[in-house]
């Protein structure tokens, strides 16, 4: 089904008739893919919302939970970030188009709510990773990103080019085939920073590595959707606040703990064997320089994180 076709959507939930639904569903990139796609992302993301929430409203759905990001919060937010810090200012620009998108299903759910009686609610999400994740370098988040190029990496140290192609063929790319020579598959790999020199191999990540950024693995997500998908209705968060205009309703999900990208990019070196060199492209965007959440209010609910994460890094590069 291509959840941007409206008679598609309500087509299948004409027939389906769900009585509850999460929607995860997104157009979804790194910070490149973010600011190059912008109107792809911007017109797919509320083109999905727009179909599956009104549909679920046209079938009476009995509740409707939906997926933001943390990127809905201001770039120059107070950390960590509250559920009240919603359009206190500037979005960061490089993911405008997509952070509109999602405050504009947000207040969809809200609205919809406050008219028509619903029970939509909204959950922010902090940066996931997890089993399945998207791989693809051309528009990766950070932490899979850092998986491939790493193991890349290793491989090249290794001088282990027949698993370069095994890894190309199991998770294509443009640009990629696994019958490509070895410089050929080489110079392709610089494309992404990684650089083989003799037997020495850099990987140049993008931005200076000061970002700090909060990770949650997806396992964790999907317990805490299903424990407020169980347990808490849009009534509660309003009730609960004793809100006079109805703003914010939405609940943060996140481990609460953040660390640099830098920290980061060591601990994955670290997991994945990796022996050579990291260098950084300061000249690249760094986007928001710190998103960490506030998760007080869900943990208030009773809900809270439990995988480490670089436990859950080792177990999601094992699965790799």
Not at 110 to 123: A, H, I, K, M, W
Not at 166 to 175: A, L, Q, T
Request: hydrophobic fraction near 40%; include cysteine.
């Amino acid at each position: 089904m291509d959840l941007v076709n409206q008679a598609q959507v309500e087509a299948f939930f004409k027939k389906e008739q769900p009585e509850y639904v999460f929607l995860a569903a997104a157009k979804v990139g790194g910070i490149m893919a973010n600011n190059t796609y912008r109107a792809d992302f911007i017109y797919e993301n509320i083109q999905i919302q727009n179909n599956i929430i009104h549909s679920a409203y046209q079938s009476g759905v009995k509740k409707l939970l939906f997926l933001g990001s943390s990127c809905i919060y201001p770039k120059e937010c107070p950390q960590p970030m509250k559920e009240e810090h919603l359009l206190t200012g500037p979005l960061e620009y490089t993911n405008e188009p997509y952070a509109i998108a999602k405050i504009a299903g947000m207040k969809l759910c809200e609205s919809y709510n406050l008219q028509y009686g619903t029970d939509f609610v909204s959950v922010m999400p902090t940066n996931l990773y997890g089993p399945n994740d998207n791989y693809n370098l051309h528009g990766s988040h950070v932490l899979p990103a850092l998986i491939r190029k790493m193991h890349l990496g290793k491989l090249l140290m290794d001088d282990d080019m027949n698993g370069v192609r095994v890894d190309v063929e199991h998770k294509p790319m443009r640009g990629f085939s696994a019958s490509q020579d070895d410089k050929q598959l080489i110079h392709a790999l610089e494309e992404f920073g990684i650089f083989k020199s003799g037997n020495e191999v850099e990987i140049k990540l993008w931005g200076s590595g000061t970002p700090r950024r909060e990770f949650l693995h997806s396992d964790d997500l999907a317990a805490a959707v299903v424990f407020v998908m169980q347990n808490i209705s849009f009534k509660d968060v309003v009730e609960e606040r004793g809100l006079q205009e109805v703003r914010n309703t939405h609940i943060n999900i996140g481990s609460g703990v953040d660390l640099s990208i830098a920290e980061l990019a060591e601990m994955v070196k670290k997991i994945t064997g990796f022996k050579g060199k990291i260098s950084w492209d300061a000249d690249k965007p760094d986007g928001t320089y710190r998103k960490l959440m506030d998760v007080s209010r869900l943990r208030d609910l009773g809900w809270q994180a439990t995988i480490e994460l670089e436990a859950g890094i080792r177990k999601v590069y094992q699965a790799y």
